[in-house]
């Protein structure tokens, strides 16, 4: 099973490995370099949220109708490959709206679309997967093993950008990320290959395919009525969107307000990335030791408090012009962001019925997605408007991290109205700690 899983954990960080030149490092070339749209740059980054539903339907798709006698590898493969295609297609679109916008945007919505399409193919698969190779009992561990992997192999895809962007030009960065592209390919197959197992099973029609499809949908629809007639998980997804608006909307702009508030090169922002993800590898760890010992309510409090102070210093910094202070805050965001991630996660199992654990994870997967996309698109929106307004580029980005200091604020506020009690005794049970792990990994 260790082969299994460390080949599962490779596929997670081929995939995750095409996130990181997209959102770390193009999208500041985007906005400082080619001068083009925050806006504009943030709907074209949140694709995959924006495609996020069509996971139930491929679930449902690669459940019910295997492609030559495989679930799950088919599905992997072809949003690998698309993934890969985005990564190749994506600066070359961001280089030509600069001189073409209308035929570079075009190429921007293919490129980043297949890009947003493939990562949504190959996640809800390559996690099916995961689930049914795992058993529920070796689920917890699957999930520990692919998601250290995901945070190292970010780590490392950012430090190499960082090295192979010492001379930045666009000649520069189109190899740079076709050697990310193709680096994450290679990971991707070697993940692939003998992983799962062949079965027997035929695919079906099309007409089956689509009344399958119908059948999930009408399903889907009626569960999710079903899961917010409580009060504590109506409130506790309003907590997590308003959390996640606050903590994932600085992803597209944080580098682009280092270029602009300090000068500093593409290579030197690339490294944002890596220092992030260190701070926020550690902080798993911090808060895997002192499980037990502190109260998740106490962990989500302290990670929101330190997120807070994390975006005043880094709005700070740009005032007072002190990179000191910049770096400061985003190791304490990289550290909070972590705390958060798992005291919040550990609520989300707490607030999940084991009886209806994908519906369950599919809310909270939906809050997930939905934050990225509209912390994103504010973000964008409030930097090109405040920008535009003070006709100062510094002051748009200080606003945005302003704005999510405050909407952490109002979930500090939320989570004090947010009881697990209470709920676990209207749902009327509690998770085992083997569902709990199952329910993990679905997370």
Known sequence: MFRKRVQLGLIHVAVAMTLVPINS?????????LALSATLVALLASLPYLFS???????????????????????????????????????QAAYLMSTNFWAGLALGVLSFGAWGMGYNFASVSYLSLASELSGE???????????????????????????????YSPEVLE????????????????????????????????????????????????????????????LFFIYLVILLIALLGQDILLEPYAAEAFEMSVQETTRITAIWGICFLLSLVVAGVSEGRISKMTVARIGAWGAIL???????????????????GVILLGLST??????????????????????????????????????SVMSGLVRDTVTQISQNAVAGYVIVFVIEAALLIISLVLLRSID????????????????????????
Not at 25 to 33: A, D, F, G, Q, S
Not at 187 to 207: F, N, T
Request: aromatic share 8%.
């Open 25 to 33: 490092t193009l999208n500041r070339v985007m906005i400082k370099e």
């Open 53 to 91: 539903p069509i996971q139930v339907f491929i679930g449902s798709l690669s459940d019910r109708h295997p492609l030559w006698g495989y679930r799950r590898t088919p599905y992997i493969g072809f949003g690998l490959i698309l993934c890969v295609l985005g990564v190749i297609l994506t600066p």
């Open 137 to 167: 009992k070796g689920r917890s561990r699957t999930i520990s093993v692919m998601f250290f992997m995901m945070i190292v192999g970010i780590i490392l895809t950012a430090m190499g950008l960082s090295r192979l962007l010492e001379s």
């Open 175 to 234: 190899r740079a990320f076709l050697l990310v592209a193709l680096t994450a390919l290679v990971l991707g197959l070697l993940g692939i290959i003998g992983l799962e197992p062949r079965s027997k099973a035929r695919l079906g029609s099309i007409a089956e395919i689509e009344d399958g499809l119908a059948e999930e949908q009408r399903g889907f629809r009626k569960q999710m009525r079903s899961i917010f007639e409580s009060r504590q998980v109506t």
């Open 310 to 328: 994390a975006f005043i210093m880094i709005a700070s910094s740009g005032i007072i012009f002190s990179l000191g202070v910049f770096y400061l």
């Open 338 to 375: 972590g705390l958060a991630t798992v005291s919040n996660l550990s609520l989300m199992l707490d607030m999940t019925i084991a009886g209806k654990v994908g519906m369950f994870i599919g809310a909270w997967g939906m809050a997930n997605a939905f934050s990225r996309l509209i912390g």
């Open 420 to 443: 697990v009690s209470v709920f676990r005794k209207q749902a009327g049970e509690e998770n085992s700690l083997v569902e709990r792990a199952a329910m993990a990994n679905d997370a």
